[in-house]
């Protein structure tokens, strides 16, 4: 028997078997980043239609805030239209599942930056939703919205006192 035979034949085995290892390996991290790249734009697809279903509302509360003589404070909201604190309550869950998502990995941070601007925006101008949100932190509902203790949905310094 020839060991220089079985010794080629061995490292002929190897070098294929490395080769294809690494096209392998190529071939599967192009599939993983399309199947996340398809993800990632299914679900920017899904959340920015749900934003869009609620936005018409958000501007109804603005503008039910700006005609109001006193401020509108989540009580009176929740008297003259029950429609437009659903909404503030589907917003909440909203924005806490953009999170979820930007936590995960699976929301690009330029699309989380985007996000976290316009909900800190509505946050700043909607005096019912900043109630709610207040409301809803100090019941400890915090979970409920995938945060952690410490953690928030909104930057309490974008808070402003409506009137």
């Given at each position: 028997?020839?060991w220089?035979?079985?010794?080629e034949?061995?490292i ?27 993800f ?9 239609h ?8 958000l ?18 909201l ?22 979820f998502?930007y ?19 509505w ?6 939703l900043?109630?709610?949100?207040d ?10 919205y ?7 949905l ?10």
């Amino acid at each position: 028997m020839d060991w220089y035979k079985i010794i080629e034949s061995v490292i002929q085995i190897g070098i294929t078997g490395v080769a294809a290892l690494i096209v392998t390996w190529f071939y599967s991290k192009k599939q993983s980043d399309l199947s996340h790249d398809e993800f990632q734009r299914d679900l920017f697809r899904e959340l920015n239609h749900r934003y869009d279903a609620l936005n018409d509302n958000l501007h109804d509360i603005y503008e039910l805030q700006k005609k109001s003589e006193s401020s509108l404070s989540l009580k009176k909201l929740s008297i003259k239209s029950p429609e437009l604190l659903k909404c503030l309550n589907d917003y909440l869950n909203l924005c806490a599942e953009e999170y979820f998502w930007y936590k995960k990995g699976r929301v690009d941070d330029a699309v989380w930056k985007s996000w976290n601007i316009g909900m800190n925006w509505w946050y700043s101008k909607l005096q019912p939703l900043q109630e709610l949100w207040d409301e809803e932190k100090e019941n400890g509902n915090f979970e409920s919205y995938y945060l952690e203790a410490g953690e928030d949905l909104f930057d309490s310094s974008t808070k402003v006192s409506v009137r």
